[in-house]
């Protein structure tokens, strides 16, 4: 039981609310509690699954300063005083609570009974109901959970004996693995009971049919459907394909016709252990050896879509929380995030152990000097939007350096580098291209460009979509780790089809699509007090902007 109970959290975001009375959310409020995508990334067929778990966005759901959470069966409809009913076709069912959290959030099993197509959903809380709001209820939307709470970095994925895969408990060509998460459909039995004690004859595949993509590659998939122990959590089976290899390999599955999100997980074709984290071989070494790793990274990125920024982040890993060392997309590989406001962030210390590392920091250039704050209110990740309010500060050929006074965990540093000049850019997409999103796509350059030819290129992209004030509503983000040398890279279309389709709600802005090619320099290392390793590396991008992707 603690292992369900503890997979179910893993759709929880830690974000603060104040309680009133039941208000839900007017965007975007109903969103699988894996995935934490919204209906305008999936595209036709998205919707919350029939026997799934999903995640309920709003405030004076309950008391501000608790949290109710269901821990024993028979699970209840009614949890701290608190239902959820959904209406479809004339049909209304209770939702089975699993988590009512804060006043602001719940998670709950949506019955397998409840009919298919567009309805509401409202809560009633000490006696008060909400408004209602829209729920569209499909048979089959399949979400990942990520081990890091968000829906993205390392997947919820184990060998068939439930160890949990990470950087130093590799899955292998060939092995059997287990993807955990939730949408796969309905099941017969009554969700609220106990489904241990169910014959095996109950537990088949569900109906819809599934795909796993792992890498540039499909796998070999066994059962997909409910989990034996567990209300609305599903596991896929699949094996692990040859050629297949590194620390952060993305995999997604696709359930009838519904994409889900991407994660990743660790490949290695022999040993426990793989090799391409920007950890380093030392510290992975170390975590395997079972000792602690104290790491941090800063980085300068300029030229993005966004501008130039900064961010720093330190943190600590244990061998327990080592699948939590989750750093991009390896070498050959793509995968896109939404950024929606639900997922794409760590909340708090529940997730990456971060390392206090004091005040603000502070980036000094040859233009001047800038703070690099809090990122979320973590002492320990820091994020600034460097040129938000003027102009750029990371050209290329300037050294900067970046300070900290030092905080509990990690004493006072400098630590130094230089803007890399614009390497090597995309020769053949031109201004307004159109790129189709469920099509493979392929981006050019001259490898002579780079500084390092035979080493890897990030190949980035995003699409937005902006309310009519020219805000941004949600986008998505597109990482590539490419070889640079080949001097091309295809884009798997099952990752494009993450991306939204560029746009806006009026007709008066223009296409809302980017791409961006750029490669980082050697990282340099600072030391500190409190850090196993530190290092800093920057990166100067060329943008392709005003394209479409539709």
């Given amino acids: 039981m603690r292992r369900y109970f503890a997979l179910l959290l893993l759709g929880l975001s830690f974000m ?205 998939t066994g059962y997909h459907g409910r989990s034996g122990c567990c209300a609305g959590l599903d596991q896929v089976v699949f094996t692990v394909p040859a050629g297949v290899e590194g620390c952060y390999v993305p995999v997604g ?16 074709s022999t040993g426990q252990t793989c090799s391409d984290s920007i950890l380093g071989q030392d510290l992975i070494n170390q975590l395997a050896a079972g000792q602690n790793v104290r790491f941090g990274w800063i980085r300068l990125e300029g030229g993005a879509y966004i501008g130039d920024y900064a961010s720093a982040t330190f943190n600590e890993f244990t061998p327990a929380t080592a699948s939590l060392a ?52 973590l002492p320990g990740s820091y994020y600034s939007l460097l040129d938000a309010n003027g102009p750029r500060v990371l050209w290329a050929g300037y050294p900067f350096t970046v300070s900290g006074a030092g905080g509990p965990n990690i004493g006072a540093f400098t630590a ?36 390092q030819p035979n080493g890897v290129a990030t190949l980035g992209g995003a699409s937005l979509i902006l309310e009519p004030d020219g805000s941004v509503s949600v986008f998505s983000e597109l990482q590539c780790t490419v070889p640079v040398a080949p001097g091309q890279f295809t884009i798997p279309a099952w990752v494009l089809s993450l991306l939204p389709p560029s746009g806006t709600t009026t007709t008066s802005a223009g296409p809302t699509g980017y791409l961006w090619l750029g490669q980082w320099d050697t990282p340099k290392t600072f030391t500190t007090t409190g850090l196993d390793k530190g290092i800093i590396s920057a990166i100067t991008y060329s943008l392709t902007y005003h394209l479409i992707f539709q």
């Fill in 16 to 220: 603060m609310a104040a309680v009133a009375q039941p208000v839900i959310q007017s965007t975007r409020p109903v969103l699988n509690s894996a995935s934490y995508i919204g209906p305008e990334l999936v595209g036709s067929g998205s919707g919350i699954a029939q026997g799934s778990i999903f995640a309920l966005f709003g405030s004076g759901f309950g008391p501000s300063d608790s949290y109710a959470e269901a821990t024993t069966f028979p699970l209840p409809t009614v949890l701290g005083g608190t239902y959820a009913t959904v209406t479809v076709g004339g049909t209304s069912t209770r939702a089975i609570l699993l988590v009512v959290y804060y006043g602001y959030q719940i998670n709950a099993v949506l019955p397998s009974a409840t009919p298919t197509g567009s309805g509401t959903i409202t809560v009633t809380y000490g006696g008060v109901t909400s408004a209602p709001a829209p729920i569209q209820v499909v048979p089959s939307s399949f979400g990942i959970y990520g081990l890091n709470y968000s829906g993205n970095g390392q997947a919820a994925a184990t060998d068939i004996s439930y160890n949990l895969n990470s950087i130093i408990h590799t899955f292998h060509p060939g092995d059997i693995a287990i993807l955990w998460g939730t949408g796969l459909g309905a099941v017969s039995w009554d969700e609220t009971q106990d489904p241990s004690g169910l014959p095996p004859a109950d537990f088949v595949s569900l109906a819809a049919p599934v795909e796993v993509y792992v890498g540039n590659t499909t796998a070999v």
């Fill in 253 to 268: 599955v696709k359930a009838g016709a519904v994409m889900s999100n991407i994660t990743t997980i660790a490949i290695s």
């Fill in 326 to 377: 989750s750093y991009g997309v390896s070498s050959g590989y793509c995968m896109a995030l939404e950024w929606g406001g639900y997922n794409g962030f760590f909340p708090d210390d529940l997730t990456v152990p971060y390392l206090n590392a004091g005040p603000p920091l502070t980036l000094q250039g040859t233009l001047g000097s800038y703070p690099l704050p809090n990122s979320s209110g």
């Fill in 416 to 451: 130094s580098d230089t803007m890399p000049v614009l390497e090597g850019v995309i020769t053949n997409l031109g201004q307004l291209s159109t790129i189709p999103r469920g099509s493979d796509l392929t981006v050019q350059w001259v490898p002579s460009q780079f500084a």
